[in-house]
């Protein structure tokens, strides 16, 4: 995202929290909190980030039934893991598991992300037989829910979990499969590009007709 296209996320974002106190519609305004303290995050500011999302939990657990709830707090919980992971890795572990556990009864979002997440920081510890433990089991959960994008990303760290354990069999297997994903997903955005090019030419043919 570029910086412009930031400041248009949030601005909305904060206009949407207005109308929504305004309303009292607070499931809207603890969504609205969790994705702006995403947006700041992926944008790099993690002291917003970590505020907003907070907020979205703050809401949620005085305003929100189960249900809702965990759906936003495991969203929150997910930024909050994230915005930790490279300067606080044990806090960024004690987020990620409490997005985890969400993440496992909420049917609308994925448990990838923090197991994902909870492996990539075991693995930077050296602690590589938890770290392969989480990302093999975000692994299996990406084949089951046909998600390629992920398949290809925890298959690398997978590759390059074994190969620094010395285990270069598996490593080369992963490597394989990060490989074979990674040409696929190629060979789908050049379809796609090939048939907006198409859906463009045949446009412009039939604008000069």
């Known amino acids: 995202m570029k910086e412009r296209q930031y400041s248009q996320a949030i601005y909305y974002e904060k206009k949407g929290i207005q109308i929504a106190l305004k309303n009292k519609d607070f ?5 609205a909190y969790t994705s702006l303290g995403g947006i ?9 980030g970590r505020r907003y999302s907070q907020m979205g939990i703050d809401i949620s657990n005085q305003y929100l039934n189960d249900y809702d709830k965990s759906i936003l707090q495991y969203c929150a919980y997910l930024n909050l893991g ?14 990620y598991k409490k997005a985890l556990a969400f993440g496992n009864i909420t049917p609308f979002y994925s448990d990838i992300g923090p197991y994902t997440g909870i492996g990539c920081i075991y693995i930077n510890m ?7 433990k989480y990302l093999l089991a975000g692994l299996k959960n990406a084949q089951a829910k046909k998600q ?11 590759a390059q979990a074994y190969e620094n354990t010395g285990d270069y069999k598996n490593a080369y297997e992963y490597q394989k499969l990060y490989s074979t994903t990674a040409d696929s997903l190629m060979d789908s955005t050049r379809v796609i590009a ?9 446009t412009t043919e039939k604008d000069k007709e």
Not at 82 to 95: C, D, E, G, M, R
């Open 194 to 202: 090939n048939h907006e090019l198409e859906v463009k030419y045949r």
């Open 82 to 95: 994230i915005s930790y992971q490279h300067q606080i890795p044990q806090k960024a572990l004690s987020y």
């Open 40 to 48: 700041y995050i992926q944008k790099g500011d993690t002291l917003p």
């Open 148 to 158: 390629p994008s992920s398949v290809k990303d925890l298959s690398l760290l997978l």
């Open 27 to 31: 499931i809207k305004v603890a969504n």
């Open 126 to 132: 050296k602690k590589y037989k938890l770290g392969k």
